[in-house]
């Protein structure tokens, strides 16, 4: 009994070490295996198999997108820079355990776009020097790290940020912020403002400026500028 129980075991946790296909969408890109070969660029239009281990950096040149063998992807922006830890999956159709994408955020800006966990479960982790994310399956998120922070977006499924201890768990667009040393902040909406003091709840000053122009007319007498309330509006 004991032999095909012990077989059976084995076939449920046994993992594959998979690769992945990093492009190039501007520019050129650098891509740096983990071992045995030295760092290769790679220009506009080029892909390159990776495996576990890799470094991709862009430049404030280059942009890059990852394909992972799952079909996730993480497009990174200018200037970023990814370590791709992980990439894992069960060896046989009984196995048990995820597919597995773990990567580490340097610096810059990723969206990441998670696939749907069809045949298996979907563990996709993201770590920077601040925080941890995990996000969920057939999502779209964007982190940005910068030295003093890290900011992580939902823009579509369930995140899980964690630093310090704590966790803050985001739904579809909300976000929160980790700073060096701190815990997640709480949930806010993935919107932003684009006006300062758009609303007018602060003083006319904070985040406006009154500018008159006299014109050609030979006018003396500058305008003035105030906030009224129409409606109970400002």
Excluded: C
């Amino acid at each position: 009994v004991g032999v095909p129980l012990g077989v059976r075991a084995y076939r449920q946790n046994a993992e594959r070490v998979q690769v992945s296909t990093v492009e190039s969408l501007t520019g050129t890109i650098v891509v740096e295996p983990a071992v045995g070969t030295a760092a290769v660029p790679l220009s506009k239009g080029n892909a390159l198999e990776i495996a576990e281990g890799t470094v991709v950096r862009a430049d404030e040149s280059s942009e890059a997108v990852i394909t992972f063998f799952d079909f996730s992807n993480a497009h990174l922006a200018r200037g970023t820079a990814v370590r791709v830890d992980r990439m894992r999956s069960p060896r046989y159709r009984s196995g048990v355990g995820p597919n597995t994408i773990h990567l580490t955020l340097l610096g810059g800006r990723a969206h990441i776009g998670t696939a749907l966990a069809l045949e298996f479960p979907l563990e996709f982790a993201v770590g920077t020097v601040h925080a941890e994310a995990a996000l969920s399956a057939d999502g779209s998120y964007i982190l940005e790290v910068t030295n003093e922070r890290t900011e992580v977006t939902a823009n579509r499924g369930e995140a899980a940020v964690s630093a310090q201890g704590q966790v803050v768990r985001l739904a579809s667009r909300q976000r929160t912020l980790v700073t060096v040393g701190g815990t997640p902040q709480a949930p806010t909406a993935s919107a932003r403002d684009l006006l300062a003091n758009g609303n007018f709840d602060a003083p006319l000053e904070e985040g406006w400026s009154v500018y008159n122009d006299q014109g050609t007319d030979g006018g003396q007498v500058d305008g003035t500028a105030a906030v009224v309330i129409d409606e109970g509006r400002r």
